[in-house]
């Protein structure tokens, strides 16, 4: 690993090192988008039951908010394979479109594949990612055992009121408790234009002027993915979570996509935001307990 990660990412990497368990940095071509991105193996030390490929959130990357349920996941013996999605990442120049959001899964993919195809493979998605996921799944879903969406947006209600009524005190618990993993502020999100030297959002084409004008660009996009359509032709069992205080991605989305699925399950978080239900432990339980269970 490089000199320029961040405290909490090096943490992470120390924590690996102390148990055995590996983490591989690569670079690969992201089809249907010029450059490459960065995705990370991370390994147990005992041999792995199943694999988890793993998509973050707009405007984070491959590690940011994960380390927790990458922890759990590698101590119940999980092989793991996370990637900066096109137009994310301090490493890369692509750009996000959905094509080449789209194409970096059927990379990723391919890569696991060549890895070994023996495990069963998951895929987990948070926000955008899952998004990302629901537009792939309907090609690739017989590559994959599972599916777990998480605040997977149909559209992004982001606003100054939106961020406001997001940050509370459940909001405040979580950054406390996750401290063990990101310390007392690297688990604050970017958003505008805050942090975005750390957690890049490079769009294809230039978005409206405004601290948020990059959200109607994000949601041009998550229009064009037909999202919906896509959520009725995917047989795959898929795991839901939606959080009922979620302001910028509404309980409701989630309610509309488990009608549509054939095979799904919703996990309703209580008082959840859209910042801490990732993080909920009730969310990383049932993430945990999904994937074992379809081994």
Known sequence: MTADVLPFESSFFGWLNERGMRCD??????????????????????????KVLALHGAGN???????GLFKALLLARTEIFTFDLPGHGRWSDTVFTPDAASGSVRAAVSILMQEGATLPLHAIGVSLGGSVLLRTLVELQDSFASAALVVAPLQIELSPSSIVREVGPRSFAMLWREREHYGLT?????????????????????PPSGTFGYVAALND????????????????????????????????????????????????????????????RETMGRLIQWVGERR
């Not at 940095?25 to 199943?50: D, I, W």
């Not at 690297?186 to 230039?206: C, D, M, N, T, W």
Request: charged share 25%; proline share 9%.
């Open 186 to 206: 690297g688990l604050i999100p970017s958003f505008g234009s805050f942090k975005r030297e750390v957690y890049p959002l490079r769009l294809a084409e230039r």
């Open 61 to 67: 990357d491959a590690l940011f908010a994960w380390i």
């Open 221 to 280: 996009a998550l229009d064009r993915m037909c999202l919906e359509e896509a959520a009725t032709r995917v047989q795959l069992p898929v795991l839901l979570v939606y959080g009922s205080d979620d302001c910028i991605v509404p309980i409701e989305q989630g309610e509309m996509l488990d009608s549509l699925l054939p095979r799904s399950e919703l996990l309703r978080i209580r008082n959840g935001t859209h910042l801490s239900t990732p993080l909920e």
């Open 25 to 50: 940095r690569c670079s690969f071509p992201v089809p249907g988008a010029s450059g490459s991105t960065t995705g990370y193996f991370l390994a147990p030390e005992r041999p792995a039951r199943q």
